[in-house]
C-alpha cells in the first residue's frame, strides 16, 4: 500500500477544485506531453481551416505563437450567432511515430491550473482531422498495473505523470483507433 503525503492530499483537493476550469475533454493532463526532444512543427497548418463536421460548424484560425516559434496559437470562431470565440495554444509531439496535438485553453480563471488536452493528427486529401483522445477505452486503461500516475476528479481520471511517461501511454495506447472519441476535419478556408 502507497501512503499518500499530506501536500499530495493538499495538492489532489486543489486539482480537484482548479481543473475543470482549466480545459477541456474527458482526459486532461497536468503536465504537458511535449519536451524539446518530442516537439515537431508543421508549417502547413498555419492558416484558416473550416470545419466540415455536421455538428461543429465553425472556422479555426492556428497562427506561429508569439512567444515560441514552435508553437501555435489556436482561434476557433463557432458557427452559431452567440458562439464565444475559444482561444488555445498548443504543440505538436511526435508519439510513437504519429503526431498529437498539445493543448491548453488560454481563457483561465486566476486559481486554475492548465489542463492539457490531447488529439490526433491525421492529414487528409482536403486538409486535416484531429481526434479527440479521450474515450471511455482509453480512461479504462489507466486501471491497468503499468498506467501512468494519474487521480481521480470523480469519476473522471487526471493525469499526473510526467511528460515522459504520458508519451509512453499514448505511444502504448492512445494511437489504437479505440483511443478516439470524436473526431474534427478541417479544410482550408477558401481566400475570397
Partial sequence: ?????????????????????????????????????????????IGQWTCTNKDWKGTAVIRVAPDAKDSYDVVWIPGEPDGEPWRLSGQLVKVGGRV?????????????????FFMLMEKTAGGVTFHWLDSEW?????????????AKIGDKPVLTADSARLNAF?????????????SLTFNRASKN
Fill in 1 to 45: 500500500m502507497r501512503y499518500i503525503a499530506m501536500r499530495d492530499l493538499l495538492s489532489l483537493g486543489v486539482m480537484t477544485l482548479l481543473l475543470p476550469l482549466s480545459g477541456c475533454g474527458d482526459l486532461l493532463s497536468v503536465h504537458p506531453l511535449a519536451t524539446p526532444a518530442t516537439i515537431t512543427f508543421e508549417p502547413s497548418l
Fill in 138 to 150: 482509453l480512461r479504462a486503461k489507466l486501471n491497468s498495473s503499468n498506467a501512468p500516475p494519474h
Fill in 170 to 182: 499514448l505511444a502504448e495506447y492512445g494511437l489504437d483507433p479505440k483511443a478516439k472519441s470524436a
Fill in 100 to 116: 498529437v496535438f498539445d493543448l491548453v485553453a488560454i481563457k483561465r480563471t486566476e486559481l486554475s491550473i492548465p489542463g492539457h
